[in-house]
Every structure is written in structure tokens, then in C-alpha cells.
């Protein structure tokens, strides 16, 4: 009830505003240099619930351009930011649980910078975990230091390395970026990532197509193959009326289903919410509610 409720009230709050956005749908960019979040997740599976609210800025030393819709970007950029998040989960259980009550807190600063081709990448992130009823806790952090080169100005190639900054061990991420201009709006996006043993591959694409009737569609794939023969697919599409307002939603193979919408209220507030369901276990549910701020 308390998931249908507030999924219910976000809809009810884009529909009160709907009337405002014939004067909002000029194709002109936006050049935004702060973009903020504050999103509320809740998760019910079974016996334990998770309550979380993450918050993050990113600046941009030079205006970050839309492409058609408010939150829609190029595929590949050179856009100098640097980014703050954090967040806080509390897991509570059904029936009570005290000793396995527990709350979780995540910090996360990360900066990308490009000199001519090259790119350069640092992120710092600490995350720790207390438990409610005994006299423990636990502290992780990890430094993430990434380098990337643009081959052309459509074919980005970059590594991500991880580091665990208590134990010095770290984890590598071999990617590649490619846009494919179709006209002067529409592309397609590809992307792919594996670890530097290869015992799997991680690949993802994107089409942005602009309608003739001023809107936008936006379908997406991926896949992820696992060494030993492993597999994963998801698809997924939003349906933009105008560059304010989306519906879309996601479906993967094991059975995830997810219901999206998003509305720009103007050109700098926008409120957004999703819901995800397992179709295979009705017990297991997700509702994401956020709120944005673009400068």
C-alpha cells in the first residue's frame, strides 16, 4: 500500500502540471553547469525492507548542452566535472531481527577531466556499515584512478582501475565508447566493458531518434555474457512527449519488470519515479522517487 500510494501521488503531481507544457517544448539546448539529485528508495522483499536517500551534485567547468530532451546528453562528451554523493540505507526485518538491524552509510567524490585527447579520472569512496543493537561496525574505502584516450571523436577507449585502500588489492575495467551520428539529432550509442581476465563482457547500446510530432524515443539493450557460459538481457524504451515530460520503462531475463516517468516542472526542477517488480515473486518490490535541480 505505501508503495502504490507514493508512485500514486508522484503521477498526480507530473498531471497537475501537464497544462503548462505547450510553451515548453522548444528545441533550443540547455546549458546546465550544476546538476543536483535527491532520490528516495524503498525496497519490501519478503521478511526485510531497505529505506535508503542518496543525495549528489555535479558541477561542470563549462555548461553541460541537452540534446532534445532536459536529461538527455550526448552519448560521448569531454565535459570537466567533478562530482559529491552520499547516501544512507536502513534494514529493518519482518519479524523484528535487532541483531541484523543495520544502517548503512556511502560518501563518493569523483572527477573526470580531459587535456586535448586524453582523459583522467579520480574518485575517492568510503562506505560504512553500523549495526543497531551490538557494538559493531564496519569501514571500507576504495580509490578509483581511470585513464582514457579518444581515438576519434566518436570512439572513446578508457580504463578503470579500483583500488581498495585497506588491502591494496584492485580490480581493472576495460571499456570502449562508440557514437554513430545518424542526422543531425538522431545516434546510436554502443558501449562495451570487460575485466582484464575477460570472464565477462558487459555490452550496451542506445538509439535516440527524434519524432516528427516533437517527441522523442529512446530504446536501449544490453547484455552480459559470463565465463562458464553465463548470460544476461535486458531491454528497455522511454517515450519522451516533448523534451519535459517521459514515460518508459525495463525488462530483463530474470524476470525484472520496472515503470518509469520523468517531468521537468521548467527548465530546473524535475520529478521523477519508478517502480519494479519481479513477475516471478510477487514479494520482492522497488519504488524510486527523485527529485532534480539544474542550473
Known amino acids: 500500500m505505501k508503495f502504490?500510494?507514493?508512485?500514486t501521488y508522484t503521477l498526480l503531481a507530473i498531471a497537475?502540471?501537464?497544462g503548462n507544457l505547450s510553451a515548453q517544448t522548444e528545441d533550443e539546448?540547455?546549458?546546465y553547469k550544476t546538476i543536483s539529485t535527491l532520490s528516495y528508495f524503498q525496497t519490501e522483499a519478503g521478511y526485510y525492507n531497505i529505506d535508503s536517500v542518496t543525495a549528489g551534485t555535479t558541477y561542470y567547468f563549462n555548461p553541460r548542452h541537452t540534446v532534445g530532451p532536459l536529461n538527455q546528453f550526448a552519448y560521448i562528451?569531454?565535459?570537466?566535472?567533478?562530482?559529491?554523493?552520499?547516501?544512507t540505507s536502513d534494514y529493518s526485518y519482518d519479524p523484528p531481527r535487532d541483531h541484523n538491524n543495520s544502517t548503512d552509510l556511502d560518501l563518493r567524490v569523483y572527477g573526470e577531466f580531459f587535456i586535448k585527447n586524453w582523459h583522467l579520472g579520480a574518485g575517492y569512496s568510503r562506505y560504512?556499515?553500523?549495526?543497531?543493537?551490538?557494538?559493531?561496525e564496519n569501514e571500507s574505502h576504495q580509490l578509483e584512478l581511470d585513464v582514457g584516450y579518444f581515438v576519434r571523436e566518436n570512439l572513446f577507449l578508457y580504463v578503470n582501475n579500483?583500488?581498495?585502500a585497506d588491502d591494496g588489492r584492485s580490480f581493472h575495467l576495460l571499456a570502449a565508447r562508440y557514437e554513430h551520428k545518424l542526422n543531425e539529432s538522431d545516434y546510436l550509442g554502443i558501449s562495451a566493458a570487460t575485466n582484464e581476465e575477460f570472464e565477462y563482457i558487459q555490452l550496451n547500446s542506445k538509439y535516440f531518434r527524434k519524432l516528427s510530432n516533437g517527441g522523442y524515443l529512446v530504446p536501449t539493450l544490453?547484455?552480459?555474457f559470463y565465463e562458464g557460459g553465463g548470460t544476461s538481457f535486458g531491454t528497455g524504451v522511454d517515450y519522451y512527449f516533448n523534451k519535459m515530460t517521459s514515460i518508459g520503462g525495463r525488462w530483463n531475463d530474470s524476470n525484472s519488470v520496472t515503470i518509469r516517468v520523468n517531468h521537468f516542472f521548467n527548465q530546473h526542477f524535475n520529478l521523477g519515479a519508478s517502480y519494479r517488480?519481479?513477475?516471478s515473486d510477487s514479494d520482492t518490490n522497488y519504488l524510486n522517487v527523485n527529485f532534480g535541480v539544474s542550473y
Not at 128 to 136: A, N, R, T
Open 4 to 7: 502504490k500510494n507514493t508512485f
Open 16 to 18: 497537475l502540471s501537464w
Open 29 to 31: 539546448s540547455i546549458g
Open 77 to 87: 562528451s569531454r565535459d570537466n566535472f567533478i562530482r559529491v554523493s552520499g547516501s
Open 128 to 136: 560504512k556499515v553500523e549495526y543497531d543493537s551490538i557494538d559493531y
Open 162 to 164: 579500483y583500488i581498495d
Open 222 to 224: 544490453s547484455a552480459s
Open 277 to 279: 517488480f519481479n513477475t
